[in-house]
């Protein structure tokens, strides 16, 4: 018997379904289509009804309004036997629709990986691979279907709070990232296999160009910027096959995302081909209310669901609203079955057609311990984490430490499992975590060679309104404790640990709450008590070692002069403790990039470095006067994008290209050697930059279009090849068309995007 049969006969059970696992029919259109002749209006308003399992609704509240046909899916449960007791509701239901449940896992799930920076630092798309999958397995073990990832937006003023969830400013390589996160979360093309879940890329559209960088500011923007900028990452998702998106909670040119019908029908589905699901953020669609295009919540309710929001993410207005405004005439039938066919086929896309009860499992497999190490994926943590740091200053080659030192670890963030997780750490476990003292410990426990004196030094903040406003994040407990005694007597205990020690380690930064949403700050500096902490250990003489964590970058001038050697670590997860002991011993050789600049102070941004060229630009060398730049300070970043060192040193030949020219569908080759001058093994990212010359539009100064990563020992060397073909010249026209104009452009390849060698060639008419 078919599964529809079995459905119109009201055979379909929890037992049935979790042990005889009935065939899916083989055509998704005719299951939908099928599923919505038969429901009846509050049936279809169920479906597009999305609620978070606790905050908004009890579970036995949520199982009866389920059994009703009144929800379609929940967030934000990771528990199996909950989710469970729902899948069991919905097969009480009148047409055993089953839920999906859905869920943040953003940079891992049980094991956490390095945030979204992080992972972008690496340059390496196998390194993103590997955190997909094993939160996909972990997420899915958990009952988990979908995620509301990848977070590709863009983002350029660091001021913002969410740039700590995203791969950074680079359309080129968060579009790559963004489809490697993509293929590791779903697995390959839909349908999505048990083990793996579907993804949501978010936030649907411009949401990391927020006003101000602050969090739900307006976004106001030129067409040619959005697609050139802005838009290719998510396009870079929704081809590389996510099952859905999740639609932005700021206004894009005066009209709220969540309405706006040229965003979501005309370039989503018309343009872009998206055949998914499209859910509103928390509370988007109420919220038209207060954007001001909205009167009333019949209103928004009116314009969301015409607008091509499918699911209604914490919201009661579709419940409430939907069907007087079908009755009314106000919204058609047609836009209802719209947004029900899209949810039943995400449904159907994540299995749970097949088998409702795919990733939930059967009771007696259930986990005992949730948050037991045995469910945890160490190594891969461990190994993803230190590719992540990027290595900003080594005088004197400081780094990697001996083993024999004597080492004062101090700062706030020394011993701090809560901050080594991160922002949106899911399912991540802090007593699971790994912090520095830890790791250091263990490597001088396991090396029996030096010691580590620790002393806390600081608190993050001395700023109680700060440390009050942390404290207040939705976080269960706590998370920012503060040490009761005065700053002096703690830089005393941690001046006195220096004295004694061959060098110091200094764990700065924010505390995660800093770096997160509704996190938007005024100011990049280190908070005051960390830097007065700072100065009083360089004061000491003894080499100083500054390990970064943060979710943005940070204003690091007076640092930069103070420190020894700086390692940006950014948050490395569960893993995090042993894998920067790892980097900073020389277990591991640092070959992380910058995938976002560091301003020189918060008066520099937007810092980043494929600006538009300019009429009057300033010049390194020659007179600022009446060029474009500040005339306090430096022009230009402290720390550029692409940037980092290495323990070895690498050397680049010129630019070697196949022609001078290039015919229309032609190619051009671009070669360099790359060698290792060092005494260390050592990877190198090799980064490959296009300029215009002249078009029929101002063009940035430069932008990425590749690059290659490479494993090179000492004196090695090897040639890497570059393919420039017509695709990598393209941009978008002032009429929005894709083009490759005719002329000269420039092929830059280097180390970074600062240091580069060039050579040009024409592109023919």
Same mark, same amino acid.
Request: proline fraction near 6%; avoid cysteine; aromatic fraction near 8%.
């Given at each position: 018997?078919?599964?529809?049969?079995?459905?119109?006969?009201?055979?379909?059970?929890?037992?049935?379904?979790?042990?005889?696992?009935?065939?899916?029919?083989?055509?998704?259109?005719?299951?939908?289509? @099928?599923?919505?002749?038969?429901?009846?209006?509050?049936?279809?308003?169920?479906?597009?009804?999305?609620?978070?399992?606790?905050?908004?609704?009890?579970?036995?509240?949520?199982?009866?309004?389920?059994?009703?046909?009144?929800?379609?899916?929940?967030?934000?449960?990771?528990?199996?036997?909950?989710?469970?007791?729902?899948?069991?509701?919905?097969?009480?239901?009148?047409?055993?629709?089953?839920?999906?449940?859905?869920?943040?896992?953003?940079?891992?799930?049980?094991?956490?990986?390095?945030?979204?920076?992080?992972?972008?630092?690496?340059?390496?798309?196998?390194?993103?691979?590997?955190?997909?999958?094993?939160?996909?397995?972990?997420?899915?073990?958990?009952?988990?279907?979908?995620?509301?990832?990848?977070?590709?937006?863009?983002?350029?003023?660091?001021?913002?709070?969410?740039?700590?969830?995203?791969?950074?400013?680079?359309?080129?390589?968060?579009?790559?990232?963004?489809?490697?996160?993509?293929?590791?979360?779903?697995?390959?093309?839909?349908?999505?296999?048990?083990?793996?879940?579907?993804?949501?890329?978010?936030?649907?559209?411009?949401?990391?160009?927020?006003?101000?960088?602050?969090?739900?500011?307006?976004?106001?923007?030129?067409?040619?910027?959005?697609?050139?900028?802005?838009?290719?990452?998510?396009?870079?998702?929704?081809?590389?096959?996510?099952?859905?998106?999740?639609?932005?909670?700021?206004?894009?040119?005066?009209?709220?995302?969540?309405?706006?019908?040229?965003?979501?029908?005309?370039?989503?589905?018309?343009?872009?081909?998206?055949?998914?699901?499209?859910?509103?953020?928390?509370?988007?669609?109420?919220?038209?209310?207060?954007?001001?295009?909205?009167?009333?919540?019949?209103?928004?309710?009116?314009?969301?669901?015409?607008?091509?929001?499918?699911?209604?993410?914490?919201?009661?207005?579709?419940?409430?609203?939907?069907?007087?405004?079908?009755?009314?005439?106000?919204?058609?039938?047609?836009?209802?079955?719209?947004?029900?066919?899209?949810?039943?086929?995400?449904?159907?896309?994540?299995?749970?057609?097949?088998?409702?009860?795919?990733?939930?499992?059967?009771?007696?497999?259930?986990?005992?311990?949730?948050?037991?190490?045995?469910?945890?994926?160490?190594?891969?943590?461990?190994?993803?984490?230190?590719?992540?740091?990027?290595?900003?200053?080594?005088?004197?080659?400081?780094?990697?430490?001996?083993?024999?030192?004597?080492?004062?670890?101090?700062?706030?963030?020394?011993?701090?499992?809560?901050?080594?997780?991160?922002?949106?750490?899911?399912?991540?476990?802090? =007593?699971?975590?790994?912090?520095?003292?830890?790791?250091?410990?263990?490597?001088?426990?396991?090396?029996?060679?030096?010691?580590?004196?620790?002393?806390?030094?600081?608190?993050?903040?001395?700023?109680?309104?700060?440390?009050?406003?942390?404290?207040?994040?939705?976080?269960?407990?706590?998370?920012?404790?503060?040490?009761?005694?005065?700053?002096?007597?703690?830089?005393?205990?941690?001046?006195?640990?220096?004295?004694?020690?061959?060098?110091?380690?200094?764990?700065?930064?924010?505390?995660?709450?800093?770096?997160?949403?509704?996190?938007?700050?005024?100011?990049?500096?280190?908070?005051?008590?960390?830097?007065?902490?700072?100065?009083?250990?360089?004061?000491?003489?003894?080499?100083?070692?500054?390990?970064?964590?943060?979710?943005?970058?940070?204003?690091?001038?007076?640092?930069?002069?103070?420190?020894?050697?700086?390692?940006?670590?950014?948050?490395?997860?569960?893993?995090?403790?042993?894998?920067?002991?790892?980097?900073?011993?020389?277990?591991?050789?640092?070959?992380?990039?910058?995938?976002?600049?560091?301003?020189?102070?918060?008066?520099?941004?937007?810092?980043?470095?494929?600006?538009?060229?300019?009429?009057?630009?300033?010049?390194?060398?020659?007179?600022?006067?009446?060029?474009?730049?500040?005339?306090?300070?430096?022009?230009?970043?402290?720390?550029?994008?692409?940037?980092?060192?290495?323990?070895?040193?690498?050397?680049?030949?010129?630019?070697?290209?196949?022609?001078?020219?290039?015919?229309?569908?032609?190619?051009?080759?671009?070669?360099?050697?790359?060698?290792?001058?060092?005494?260390?093994?050592?990877?190198?990212?090799?980064?490959?930059?296009?300029? @215009?010359?002249?078009?029929?539009?101002?063009?940035?100064?430069?932008?990425?279009? @590749?690059?290659?990563?490479?494993?090179?020992?000492?004196?090695?060397?090897?040639?890497?090849?570059?393919?420039?073909?017509?695709?990598?010249? =393209?941009?978008?026209?002032?009429?929005?068309?894709?083009?490759?104009?005719?002329?000269?452009?420039?092929?830059?390849?280097?180390?970074?995007?600062?240091?580069?060698?060039?050579?040009?060639?024409?592109?023919?008419?």
């Amino acid at each position: 018997m078919s599964f529809v049969l079995a459905l119109a006969a009201g055979l379909a059970s929890p037992l049935a379904f979790s042990q005889a696992q009935p065939a899916a029919p083989k055509s998704k259109t005719a299951l939908v289509a @099928d599923l919505i002749s038969r429901m009846t209006l509050d049936e279809k308003i169920g479906q597009l009804r999305l609620i978070s399992i606790g905050p908004e609704m009890p579970i036995a509240q949520l199982a009866d309004e389920i059994a009703a046909g009144r929800v379609g899916g929940t967030f934000n449960s990771v528990n199996r036997p909950d989710n469970r007791r729902l899948q069991d509701a919905a097969m009480k239901s009148r047409l055993k629709i089953p839920m999906f449940y859905a869920y943040d896992v953003i940079h891992g799930h049980r094991t956490t990986f390095p945030i979204g920076l992080g992972l972008a630092s690496s340059w390496d798309l196998g390194a993103v691979d590997v955190m997909a999958r094993t939160a996909a397995r972990e997420a899915s073990a958990d009952s988990i279907d979908m995620t509301f990832a990848p977070m590709v937006d863009i983002a350029r003023d660091p001021r913002w709070g969410r740039t700590s969830e995203g791969f950074g400013e680079d359309p080129y390589l968060v579009s790559e990232i963004a489809k490697a996160a993509v293929k590791g979360f779903q697995g390959g093309t839909l349908p999505v296999p048990a083990g793996r879940i579907m993804t949501a890329v978010k936030h649907f559209a411009l949401y990391g160009a927020v006003e101000g960088g602050r969090d739900y500011n307006t976004v106001d923007m030129s067409p040619m910027r959005m697609y050139q900028d802005y838009l290719p990452p998510y396009r870079a998702a929704i081809d590389a096959g996510s099952g859905g998106v999740m639609v932005a909670l700021n206004s894009i040119n005066g009209v709220p995302a969540t309405s706006n019908t040229w965003l979501m029908q005309d370039l989503l589905r018309k343009d872009w081909g998206f055949k998914g699901v499209a859910v509103s953020d928390h509370g988007a669609i109420i919220e038209l209310i207060r954007h001001g295009v909205a009167k009333d919540e019949r209103e928004a309710a009116k314009l969301a669901i015409n607008n091509g929001i499918d699911l209604s993410m914490a919201d009661s207005v579709y419940l409430k609203e939907l069907p007087g405004l079908v009755k009314s005439g106000e919204v058609s039938m047609k836009a209802i079955d719209n947004a029900v066919r899209e949810v039943l086929g995400a449904k159907y896309d994540m299995g749970l057609f097949r088998d409702p009860y795919l990733r939930i499992g059967v009771a007696k497999d259930d986990p005992p311990d949730l948050n037991a190490d045995s469910r945890l994926s160490r190594p891969a943590a461990r190994e993803v984490a230190r590719k992540s740091m990027v290595l900003l200053e080594n005088r004197n080659r400081t780094l990697p430490l001996a083993r024999s030192a004597a080492i004062a670890l101090v700062g706030p963030l020394a011993d701090a499992p809560i901050d080594m997780l991160g922002s949106w750490s899911a399912a991540g476990y802090s =007593k699971n975590a790994v912090t520095l003292r830890a790791g250091l410990n263990a490597a001088v426990a396991k090396d029996g060679k030096g010691r580590v004196i620790y002393a806390r030094g600081a608190n993050i903040t001395n700023d109680e309104g700060v440390v009050k406003y942390l404290n207040f994040l939705n976080w269960d407990t706590p998370e920012v404790t503060q040490d009761p005694r005065t700053p002096a007597e703690m830089i005393a205990e941690a001046v006195k640990a220096a004295q004694q020690a061959d060098v110091v380690v200094a764990a700065v930064g924010e505390a995660r709450g800093m770096s997160h949403e509704s996190s938007s700050r005024t100011s990049l500096d280190l908070p005051q008590s960390q830097r007065d902490l700072i100065t009083a250990l360089k004061a000491t003489g003894k080499p100083l070692v500054l390990v970064l964590m943060n979710g943005r970058p940070l204003a690091l001038v007076r640092e930069q002069q103070e420190a020894d050697a700086i390692l940006e670590t950014w948050y490395t997860g569960t893993e995090g403790g042993n894998a920067i002991a790892d980097v900073l011993y020389g277990d591991y050789n640092p070959a992380g990039k910058l995938p976002i600049s560091f301003p020189r102070s918060v008066g520099q941004i937007p810092t980043y470095y494929n600006h538009p060229r300019l009429g009057r630009p300033f010049t390194e060398g020659k007179p600022g006067n009446y060029t474009s730049q500040y005339y306090e300070e430096v022009t230009g970043p402290l720390y550029p994008f692409g940037y980092g060192l290495s323990y070895t040193d690498f050397t680049l030949s010129d630019v070697t290209l196949s022609s001078p020219t290039m015919a229309r569908n032609g190619k051009v080759e671009a070669s360099v050697t790359v060698k290792n001058t060092g005494q260390r093994a050592g990877e190198a990212v090799v980064q490959l930059y296009i300029q @215009d010359v002249a078009a029929s539009v101002v063009r940035p100064v430069k932008e990425l279009r @590749d690059f290659r990563k490479l494993m090179l020992q000492p004196g090695e060397e090897r040639q890497v090849r570059f393919t420039v073909d017509e695709d990598k010249l =393209k941009f978008f026209n002032a009429q929005l068309r894709r083009v490759a104009e005719p002329g000269r452009f420039n092929v830059q390849i280097g180390f970074d995007s600062q240091s580069v060698r060039e050579q040009g060639f024409e592109l023919l008419q």
